[in-house]
């Protein structure tokens, strides 16, 4: 099939795999032992314009779509994961502020992304991550303020965030329709982070609880109406799942490079390991999964851009097929090393770390399952 890509979108990608290369590739092992983020390159790429791809140009952004976005997504993970979260974890901070803001927010976020800062956006909670609805954190109007109380957790870039996004309660008797989204700039008094968690894997992406006791903010730091806030955010996720599929597709085409080429230096029984035809099996599912989850993404990609109508069912398609393939191609291309595979020397181990994140985060791959069974069972009713 032919996308028919831009020169616009192929320079974009083309650019941010250089940045991979000559930026983050480089420094990711070290960072990742360390459960560093890598400031200087956010930096960079902050300049490059590709941190927050969501913000429209008239803001000073990208304002690329989907399909692009997707295309950056994939090689800022072929470079590291943990990186591409940061970003990514932007992007979902943004996107509220993209369907719902008033012009002064979007600003305000605007002058934090082209500043070089980051966003945030606060979901999950200890007792409500699968289940969305059980959140606790609330947010009482009192006169020209809401006072925000509650924890959220495994929150992307808080530590290190200028504004986070936050979903609470403002009336806990109208069901979904008594959540809303409000805007909590860094520095807000009650407002403060927990520990950085010790990752398994995107260890250079900052995540910590967000603590917020008696957090007030301005009445205008809503996003949209009371109410409203159930529908941003699910609109947020599956915009989200794309780009994670995105991400997930990065990893493996990594982890796939690093196979392909090990495969035809190491000798073995005197021929290259990829002229064992139980290797070669191996390389061939390896490749077909992988290229049959870029087409999902940029299938998925382009339904959003068309504004289709079947968006919410591919996208989680997109983001459970991806991450499911990540831990495959991952694993497998591992194994293609053998010992060396396993050793903290090369680079598969972190690969097969990071790409386990894809089945979990942005919704895990149960519930990505049980949505699109919903989707089918609809669409299939007898
Ligand atoms: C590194 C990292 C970064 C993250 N970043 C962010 C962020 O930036 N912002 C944010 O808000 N959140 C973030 N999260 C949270 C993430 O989205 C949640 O961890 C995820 O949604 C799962 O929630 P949970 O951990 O509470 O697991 P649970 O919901 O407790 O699930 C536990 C297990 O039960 C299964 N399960 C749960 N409910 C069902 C069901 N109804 N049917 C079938 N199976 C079910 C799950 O699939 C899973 O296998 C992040 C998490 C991690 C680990």
Known sequence: MDYNFTEDQLGLKEMTRDFANKVLIPQAAEADR??????????EA???GITCLDLPEEWGGAGVDLLTTALVREELSRGDAGFSSAVGACGLGFKPINFAGTEAQKKAYADVVTGGGLLALGLTEPE???DVANNKTTAVKKGDKYILNGRKCFITNAPIADIITVFAITDKSAGAKGFSMFMVPKGTPG???GKHEDKMGIRTSMTSDVIMEDCEIPVENIIGQEGDGFKIVMQTLDKGRVCCGASALG??????????????ERIQKGKPICKHQIMQ???????IRLEAARQLVWRASMAFDANAKDTSKLASMCKCFAGDMAVYVTCEALQVFGGYGYSREYPMEKLYRDAKITQIFEGTNEIQRTIIAGNLIKEYQI
């Open 281 to 287: 099996a191996k390389l061939a599912d390896m490749g």
């Open 251 to 264: 990893i493996a085409q990594a982890a796939f490079e690093n196979a392909m080429r090990y495969s035809q």
């Open 34 to 43: 360390k459960g560093e983020f890598m400031a200087d390159a956010f930096a």
């Open 128 to 130: 409500a991550g699968s």
């Open 46 to 48: 902050a300049k490059m």
């Open 191 to 193: 407002l403060s982070t």
